[in-house]
C-alpha cells in the first residue's frame, strides 16, 4: 500500500502558508508502515484538482486530501472529487447537527453556507471534526482508498490522529502488526547520538531505527512488524535496552511526551510545587507548564520580571546585585529563582535571565542564559547555558533546559 | 507563463521536514507575475522522479527543482535530468573552484564525492552558491525552463533571490507585474466576510479577492496585475476601499502583521506601558509580547496567577469577590487587571480568567472566559467570551482577544 498526499488551496501556491499537513500526515502514515511516495499541491480550481487525482489514481493506492472542506465558494474539494466518481453529496445529519451546536456554543448566526460543510460523499464512512465544523470521510471505490480531510491543522491533525489512523488501519492490509515507540533524548546531538549507535541502526531491519532531530530534542523511532503484537513489544524493549546501555543517561521519556509532561509528572508523584521568575523567557515556562490539562496541582503562579525595576521591586533582587552583576549574572538567576521561590511559597523555584537576542546585553553576548534552580533544603544551582539560536529558539531552548535541569536533579536524589 | 516546484527528497516524503522550500519559491514568483500551478514532492528515487518531470513538461512551462544536487549517492536530480533530457554533465571549472575554496575556508579536507557537485548539465546557465558548495542551474529546452536549486533553504533562498530570480525574469514574459496585499480581520468569521463581499469576489477578476481563515483570524489577499506597478498598487487601493466600507471595522492589519505587533506598535506610537495578569492563559499573553524585540519599551513584567491564593496574596483580588462570584467571573477579571496596572505601575493593566478545559471549573462550561481591561483615566472594562475550541486554541484565542480588544479600545479613543 502506497500513499499520496493532495494539499489543495490557492493560498500554498501564492506561498502565504507552508504545507505542514503534508509533514503530519506522512510521519503518521510511516507509523502505519504505509509509504508516501508523492505529495501533490494544487490550487482552488476543480479541472486542476480534477487532472491531479486522476494521476495520483494511476500511481497510488491511497489518496489523502487536505483542505476545500469550508464553507466558502473557493471550498470545492468534495464537490470535485464527487463529480470525479460520480458520487452524490448527502446531508449528514450528525454533521449538520454538529455545525449548529458550534454555533450555538459560541453565540454566533449561522448562515446558509455553512450547512455546506455538512454535505459528504454518498457511501463515505464520517471523520468527526472535534475542533471545527467540516467533517472528514473515508471512502473505498475500486481498488482506491479517497481520504478527505479539513485544511486547517488544529481540526486536521486531531481528527487524523483519532478517526483517520483506525480507519486507514481497518482498511489497509493489517495481516503483520506494527508497533513503534519514540524514545526521547535531549542534552545530546543528532550525530552524537547516532555515532554511538551507528552499529545499532545499520545491523537492524526489524526493529527499524530512525533518528530525527527537532528543536533541541533528537528522538528515536523504533518500528517493530511481526504478526503478533507481544512479540513485537519484546523486540522493541530488546532494541531499547541495549541503546539504553549507549546513551541512557539522556533518555527522558517516551512517545508524545514531552520535558514538561515529564516534569510535571514527577512533580505530581513527588507532592511537590514550582513557581519561576522569567526575565529572557518572557513567561514561556509558565505558559508552557499550565497547557497540561491538571497542572494547577504543582504550580500556583509565576512572575514575568523583563525589566530590572521588576526584579527588584517585585522580586526582591538586592539593587547591589544588579548593579554589580547586571540582571544576566549568576547572582541574579541564583535571588531571582530562591525569592520567587520564598514569596510564592513553593517547594522549588526557577528563574530564567539572560540575553534571547538580536542585540547584546550589558556587554554580554546573544544566547548567554543563567537558569536559577532552588529546591527547599538543598543549595540554589546557577546553570549557565551558551545557546546560538534565533531569538524564539533561544527562549524555547531555555525553558527545555530548565526542565531537564530540575528532572535530572530530582530523579538523581530519587536514586541517591 | 506557469511554474511547477518538484522538491526532491525521501525526507519530505518521511515527514522529518517541511517543504519550506515550495513556499519561499511561490512567494518569490509570485512578486514576478508567474503563477504556479503545482507543487509536487518526490523521494530519491530516479524512476519516480523521471514520471514526476514527464507529468510537469506536460501542465508547466518552469520546471524548478530543489534538492538532490549534493555530494552523496542519493543526490540524483541532476543525473536523473540530464537522462532524461539527452544532456552531458560537465565539470564546471568555476564550480570547482568555489567546492575546492569551501574546505579550505572551513579548514576540511575535501573527499573524492565532492567533485560532483560541480558538474553541470552542459548549455546550462550556473547559479553560484554563495552559501554552500552546489551550484545552481537554469536550462532552456524546447517551451521549458528548468531550473535547479540546492536543498538547504540557508543555500537556496538567497541563490534565488540573488541569481535565480534575475535569470528566470531575463527568460520569462515579463510584460505584467503582479501586486499583493493582505488584509487582517479579526473577529469575524471566514463565512460572515465572505457573505458581506460576496459580490466583490465574485465581479473581480483583476484584482483577485482571495479569502483565507486561520487561528481565528481571516485574511484576505488582493492580487492585482497590470503593466504598471504604480497602477497596480492603486487598482489594490480601490478594491480595499470598497470592502473597507463593508466590513472595515474587523480590519486591524497589513501583510505579515499580527494582533501583537500591531499593539505593540501602538503601545510604542503612544508611549503607554501595559502588564498582564494571567490565569487561563497562563503566560501566554506575556510570551508573546516578549517575542517581539522591543517588547522591553512598553512591557516591564507582569503575573501568572493560577490558583487563587496567588490571585488573592499577590494581585489582592479580595476574598469576598472569590468566594461569592469565583475566579471565572466579570468581577475578578476587574480587580485582576486594576490592580496588576496598579502594581506594576503601568498605563494599561489587561487580565485573562477562565475555563481552558477540559474540565469546567466552578461550575462555569468550559470555554467561558473574562478579559479584564483597566486603562488609565478610563472605566475598567469586562469582555466576555464563549470559545469553542481545545484548550490550547482556548488559552491561544483568549490572547487574540485580548489585542484585538486594546487596539480597539485605543484607537476609538485616537480617533474620537
Sequence with gaps: ???????????????????????????????????????????????????????????????????????????????????????????????????????????????????????????????????????????????????????????????????GKQALSAEADSSSILVSRVLRFFGIGEAALETEIIDLIEAQSNPTIAPLAGDGEVTLRLTAKHSDEAVAVSMLDEVEKKIGERVGEFLYGYDQSSLLNELTKLLKEKKLTITAAESLTGGMFQQNITSISGASSVFKGGIVCYSNEVKHQILQVKQETLEKYGAVSEQCAQELAENAGRIFGTDIGISFTGVAGPEELEGKPVGTVYIGISIKGKQTVVKKLTLSGTRTANRGRAVKYGCYYILKMLRTAQNA
Design 1 to 163: 500500500m502506497n500513499a499520496e498526499i493532495i494539499a489543495v488551496g490557492s493560498e500554498l501556491l501564492l506561498g502565504q502558508i507552508v504545507n505542514t499537513n503534508a509533514r503530519f500526515i506522512s510521519q503518521e502514515l510511516a507509523g502505519l508502515g504505509i509509504d508516501v511516495y508523492y505529495h501533490t499541491v494544487v490550487g482552488d480550481n476543480p479541472d486542476r484538482l480534477k487532472a491531479a487525482i486522476t494521476i495520483a489514481e494511476k500511481r497510488s493506492d491511497i489518496i489523502i486530501f487536505t483542505g476545500g472542506l469550508g464553507p466558502t465558494k473557493d471550498d470545492l474539494t468534495k464537490e470535485t472529487i464527487a463529480r470525479h466518481l460520480g458520487k452524490q453529496l448527502v446531508m449528514d445529519d450528525a454533521a449538520l447537527d454538529g455545525i449548529k451546536l458550534y454555533f450555538k456554543r459560541t453565540n454566533r448566526e449561522m448562515t446558509e453556507n455553512n450547512k455546506k460543510q455538512a454535505l459528504i460523499l454518498e457511501g463515505s464512512h464520517v471523520l468527526p471534526n472535534d475542533h471545527g465544523m467540516a467533517p472528514g470521510m473515508l471512502l473505498k471505490k475500486d481498488a482506491h482508498l479517497y481520504m478527505l480531510l479539513p485544511g486547517p491543522p488544529k481540526e486536521m491533525e486531531p481528527m487524523f490522529s483519532k478517526y
